[in-house]
């Protein structure tokens, strides 16, 4: 089946610094991946959709400034958490899109659990 | 705006018995619906979904659900829970992009399997 990275795991940061999370689709190209938030115990919310080669796609009350999403090549998407506070820390899963016979199916990796001091 | 609603936030289970996982969606046309399931440490695996034809579907680890328009449910079932089956299971209903299919997730069940 397909698989998607996420890299680093878990980070721990102090506040006011930037960290950078990765995110791969190991055995397949994807045109569009996509970026979520997980708040313990809730749902995850999608953060921004990312179209390589092009500017992501922000929801509605997501910073971009604070949420930069870069999508240089059909592999790989890095999400970079700019001047991190503690209420910035979350679990941030992004997802990458395959298209099968009758429709897109999005494959998620497994999360970076984000710590913020 | 679509929305889901997954009523349990745990449910318990012994080892051996049926399982129902209760969902109940939102959505203003024909909604397509999914089941994902999370396990610690491993991202959300597809366990199966609705788009229309058959409203019981079948997805992998022997689970089923039923699409009940009437009840704007969509529950998940199976009919003997293993303790490897011990995770939390989200309930989607998908928005459609062109191709894409942008799911809302519902907050999640977590299954607690005892042996």
């Given amino acids: 089946g397909a698989v998607v990275s996420q890299h680093p ?11 950078k999370i990765e995110c791969r689709s190991l055995d397949f190209q994807a ?3 996509f970026w979520y938030r997980q708040f313990p115990k809730q749902s995850l919310m999608l953060m921004a959709t990312s179209n390589e080669g092009s500017k992501a796609t922000y929801e509605q009350g997501v ?15 890095t999400l970079t958490v700019t001047s991190a506070h503690p209420e910035d ?23 970076t659990r984000l710590t913020v001091l | 705006a679509q929305s889901v609603t997954q009523p349990d936030i745990h449910i318990t289970v012994s080892e051996g018995a049926s ?26 695996q597809l366990l199966l979904k609705y788009f229309s034809g058959d409203t019981l579907v079948q997805g992998i680890k022997g689970f089923e659900a039923e699409f ?12 003997s829970v293993h303790w490897s089956d011990a995770a939390e299971y989200f309930c989607a209903v998908g928005a459609r992009t062109g191709g894409s299919y942008i799911p809302t997730f519902g907050r999640g069940t977590s299954l607690i399997v005892h042996p």
Avoid at chain 1, 9 to 19: E, L
Avoid at chain 1, 95 to 108: D, I, R
Wanted: charged share 15%; hydrophobic share 30%.
């Fill in chain 1, 9 to 19: 795991s878990r980070v721990i940061c102090k506040s006011g610094t930037s960290v």
């Fill in chain 1, 31 to 33: 045109t569009t991946m």
């Fill in chain 1, 63 to 77: 910073e971009k400034d604070k949420f930069l999403i870069n999508h240089a090549s059909l592999t790989l998407s």
């Fill in chain 1, 89 to 111: 820390s979350s679990f941030y899963i992004c997802s990458a899109e395959m298209a099968l016979s009758s429709y897109n199916e999005q494959f998620f990796g497994p999360g």
């Fill in chain 2, 19 to 44: 399982l129902e996982l209760r969902c109940n969606y939102s959505y203003g046309a024909t909604p397509y619906l999914f089941w994902y399931v999370q396990s610690p440490g491993q991202g959300l």
């Fill in chain 2, 68 to 79: 009940k328009r009437s009840q704007s449910s969509f529950n998940l079932r199976k009919p």
